[in-house]
């Protein structure tokens, strides 16, 4: 016989503590080893026990289990995590990728669908579906990607803000304190700089 898959539970519900963990036990093939209902004991408990598997839950009075998911992958390395929640967040679910959670799942999952979750993050696989896991990867690419208007000097950068408004070099230079010439050298620089050929162009600029 396998070795039941050694499971630990935090979340400040006891009754969905209790709910949870008879539910996994019933499988036959996962024991649940500890409870927490807050972080801090749950923090001190996942050391000491070392399980195969935490389930934790998202938010709680006294924190994150997301931010606790991150000190797990320190403390206890061999242990996966899965965090449950209550809400569909994408802020969230974010978040739980990057601390370094093997799974993401909503409280209202299938009894069947939870058992089979932590069975296969003791397995070693990852429940992130891979259009989120695409998502995930974009919004680090944007994060990394240097500022396109990094270059530009101060000055530059509000003559792009008045271009964005679609103002004129007559309004810009109003605006500004500045003579037409100064501002129409300033609006060829920045086009220069951002690669644009056309003021539309900055009008049209996205975040």
Request: proline share 3%; aromatic share 4%; hydrophobic share 45%.
């Amino acid at each position: 016989m396998t070795d039941p898959i050694r499971v630990f539970l935090l979340d400040d519900h006891e009754v969905v503590r209790r709910g949870v963990g008879d539910l996994l036990e019933d499988s036959g093939t996962i024991t649940v080893v500890g409870q927490a209902g807050t972080v801090a004991e749950a923090a001190e408990a996942i050391e000491r026990l070392q399980p195969d598997v935490a389930v934790l839950d998202a938010r709680l009075p006294d924190g994150s289990g997301i931010e606790l998911c991150r000190r797990v992958r320190l403390s206890a390395e061999r242990t996966a995590v899965l965090i449950l929640t209550s809400y569909e967040d994408d802020e969230a679910l974010f978040d739980a990728i990057m601390s370094g959670a093997s799974g993401f799942l909503l409280k209202q999952v299938r009894g069947n669908d939870l058992v089979d979750a932590v069975q296969r993050v003791a397995a070693g696989q990852s429940l992130l579906d891979p259009a989120v896991t695409r998502s995930v990867l974009e919004r680090l690419r944007r994060q990394d990607a240097p500022d396109p208007l990094a270059g530009l000097t101060v000055q530059e950068r509000k003559v792009f803000e008045q271009l964005r408004l679609g103002h004129s070099n007559r309004e810009i230079a109003e605006h500004l304190f500045l003579s037409e010439k100064t501002v129409k050298n300033y609006v060829s620089t920045v086009l220069a700089k951002l690669g644009l050929e056309r003021r539309a162009q900055v009008a049209a600029w996205k975040d």
